[in-house]
């Protein structure tokens, strides 16, 4: 059942941040790229499938979260393209902690 569930997070974190980057008119090469689906399946899998107990709160807690990872993901690329550093999964990291912290409902946490 787990695998059903990170398996079904995985798709909606893609097409969710595909769906989001598209809207924002990103060109063709960052969207093919796939780092923008990449980060929002990694935040869709975290808030989705392994924090939090899943309910309908929860899923649109981590719908959010992936829609806010691409807008995040484009604004560190932008911010660390005069470096030459790629944003890689920091849009991951710094999403999937502030929404853990946001949340004032410590008791959908599961126990790892």
């Known amino acids: 059942m787990f695998c059903c569930i990170i398996l079904t997070a995985c798709c909606v974190g893609s097409l969710t941040g595909l769906l989001v980057v598209w809207g924002m008119g990103a060109a063709e090469p960052a969207i093919r790229s796939g780092a923008f689906g990449y980060n929002s399946v990694l935040v869709a ?31 560190a690329s932008a911010a660390l393209e005069p470096l030459g550093v790629p944003a890689l999964t920091l849009p991951f990291v710094l999403v999937t ?16």
């Open 45 to 75: 899998v975290a808030l989705g499938g392994v924090f939090f107990v899943l309910d309908r709160a929860s899923i649109a807690y981590a719908l959010l979260a992936t829609i806010a990872t691409a807008f995040v993901f484009a604004a």
């Open 97 to 112: 902690w502030l929404f853990l912290l946001a949340t004032r409902k410590r008791s959908l946490w599961t126990v790892a």
